[in-house]
């Protein structure tokens, strides 16, 4: 499976092949947020979960999720989610649940959701104007990554110092960043990342949706 397309059989077909319950988190988003009803949901297994805005608003934009159970648990394994996903683990657990796969998509679900949330506030904010809201958004975004220690989201700068992208990571070792040192600077990025304002508001809309599913 490349790519699927539709709201909400993307998620029925996530739900089906996991036992996830994307379908009922996205209702309980709808409820609190209705203009997320019709956004597009596309599930990609080649990448990770992310929201794209548009400069047609909501309507010509969409959310993505990857599949791949794999993908999660890597994840997981990576200790990734635990420098950035500490506050949800707490949600989780003091409700008696250790979090899981099925947790972690359901989460990352909701998080992207609440970009596209916060996607909607500059559109209204901006007096409808979706091109302007697009550009607004696209450039508090990218002041905001240029503060992180990498400049650049981690994924992405693992990415550049994996495939030496530019020379990316020769430039790196030529600051003498070993390999240790890399390690620790992405835990740094990381948890940085989780703090831009940009990422909390998102989290923030994600944890109220998740209230309203396990109240």
């Known amino acids: 499976m490349s790519e699927t397309k539709n709201t909400p059989l ?3 077909a996530l739900d089906s092949q996991h036992g996830t319950e994307t379908v009922v988190a996205f209702e309980h988003a709808v409820d609190m ?3 997320l009803g019709g956004l ?3 599930l990609d297994d080649k990448r990770g979960p992310g929201f794209q805005g548009s400069e047609l608003g909501l309507a010509g934009s969409y959310v993505s999720l990857n599949p791949s159970a794999d993908y999660y648990k890597d994840a997981i394994k990576s200790g990734k989610t635990v420098a950035r996903l500490g506050e949800f ?3 989780f657990r003091e409700r008696g649940i250790a979090p899981s796969t ?3 998509i359901t989460t990352a679900f909701l998080h992207e959701l609440g970009h596209a949330d916060n996607f909607q506030e500059y559109v209204e904010r901006m007096g409808g104007d979706t091109v302007a809201a697009f550009r607004l958004a696209k450039e508090v975004r990218k002041s905001q990554i240029a503060t992180l ?3 650049a989201a981690t994924s992405r700068a693992e990415a550049a110092w994996t495939s030496n992208e530019s020379g990316y990571k020769d430039k790196m070792r030529s600051r003498g960043v070993t390999d240790e040192g890399w390690a620790k600077l992405v835990t740094r990025n990381t948890e940085a990342y989780a703090a ?6 998102a989290d923030r809309f994600a944890l109220g949706v998740l209230a309203t599913m396990y109240s």
Do not use: G, T
């Open 10 to 12: 993307a998620l029925q």
């Open 33 to 35: 947020a209705p203009h």
């Open 196 to 201: 831009l304002s940009c990422e909390k508001v």
């Open 89 to 91: 683990s707490r949600f």
């Open 149 to 151: 220690p990498l400049k």
């Open 40 to 42: 597009a949901i596309i």
């Open 102 to 104: 099925n947790e972690l």
